[in-house]
């Protein structure tokens, strides 16, 4: 498989969503959509795109993985 090369907010974003996965399970998406709303509030839209892209991570269906690590955490 080849590997893909990242750039540093997407990695931020994925390192972000596996964390969220592993401490708030099925409450995951919750807490970044706090996240993302705290960070309009204090107008750092830099920050509430890197907590919507890990929304997006979140969100994404086909990553069997955080659906395995949801599964053995609750």
């Known amino acids: 498989m080849p590997k893909i090369m990242l750039d540093e907010e997407e990695r931020r974003a994925r390192q972000e969503a596996h964390w969220l996965v592993r401490e708030f399970a099925v409450e995951a998406p919750l807490?970044?959509?706090?996240?993302?709303?705290?960070?309009?509030?204090?107008?750092?839209?830099?920050?509430?795109?890197?907590?919507?892209?890990?929304?997006?991570?979140?969100?994404?269906?086909?990553?069997?993985?955080f659906r395995r690590q949801a599964a053995t955490t609750k």
């Open 31 to 65: 807490y970044a959509a706090m996240k993302a709303e705290g960070a309009i509030e204090q107008r750092d839209f830099g920050r509430c795109a890197r907590w919507k892209r890990v929304l997006e991570i979140l969100s994404d269906s086909e990553r069997p993985e």
